[in-house]
């Protein structure tokens, strides 16, 4: 079974506008993280957020925010007011506890951005 | 500037052929990972190493090899037994398991 679940491949928004990228997880480990990474075309990973499970607010950096829902195991990134550079590929990824620290990623999100 | 550094950026294998991708990280970071992408796919892992001189298979790890010598690096070695190796592949570490970094890729393409 997947353990991260980004059910939309793709997904358009108009510049200076809010988008919102879903994420849904599967775990019965209490404690584990979330993280969401941005890859541009040139195929670096970029790290953007991260929400560990017992952490009651949710996390925010600047344009980016996560949207934690832990009973509906649901961590979704909002963009805000998005620009042209926010064009590429976005990964939901989490990291279960138990010692071993091994993210699993998702299928990621391609998301433009128009003028 | 700490980072991971992954050469070469480009890499063609012929038919038969091992090639070995290097993964080198200065930042002093015990856990080291190895994952393949394909188009349209999320990351899968191959392998990964949490200390030196051990290493466990991920998901994928038929067709590849690894070795955790020192470190600081963490090579990967893509065999001939790997029958679609032309990927994009990743390395990445961590300290603590709160926070991961990549290196920039190397991108493998069969000749």
């Known amino acids: 079974a997947q353990k991260i679940t980004q059910t939309q491949p793709g997904m358009f928004v108009q510049e200076k506008e809010a988008v919102t990228l879903d994420c849904t997880y599967d775990?019965?480990?209490?404690?584990?993280?979330l993280f969401w990474y941005k890859q541009p075309s040139s195929g670096e990973m970029i790290f953007l957020i991260y929400q560990g499970s017992y952490d009651q607010q949710n996390a925010t950096e600047g344009r980016y925010s996560l949207n934690f829902q832990k009973a509906r195991k649901s961590a979704n990134l909002v963009i805000s007011a998005s620009q042209l550079g926010d064009s590429a590929m976005y990964f939901c990824a989490m990291r279960e506890g138990g010692g071993s620290y091994i993210p699993t990623f998702g299928r990621g999100t391609s998301l433009i951005v128009h003028p | 500037d700490g980072g991971i550094t992954q050469s070469p950026k480009y890499l063609f294998r012929k038919e038969g052929q091992n090639v070995t991708l290097s993964c080198e990280q200065n930042?002093?970071?015990?856990?080291m990972y190895w994952y393949r992408q394909d188009p349209g796919q999320g990351l899968r892992l191959i392998y990964y190493s949490q200390i030196v001189n051990d290493f466990q298979k991920g998901d994928i790890a038929e067709g590849y090899s690894v070795s955790r010598e020192k470190k600081e690096s963490f090579p990967l070695t893509v065999t001939s037994a790997q029958k679609n190796p032309t990927a994009f592949y990743l390395c990445?570490?961590?300290?603590?398991?709160?926070?991961?970094?990549f290196g920039s890729g190397t991108r493998l393409t069969v000749v």
């Open positions: 775990t019965s480990d209490p404690s584990y993280g």
């Open positions: 990445a570490s961590s300290l603590t398991g709160y926070g991961y970094t």
């Open positions: 930042l002093n970071h015990d856990a």
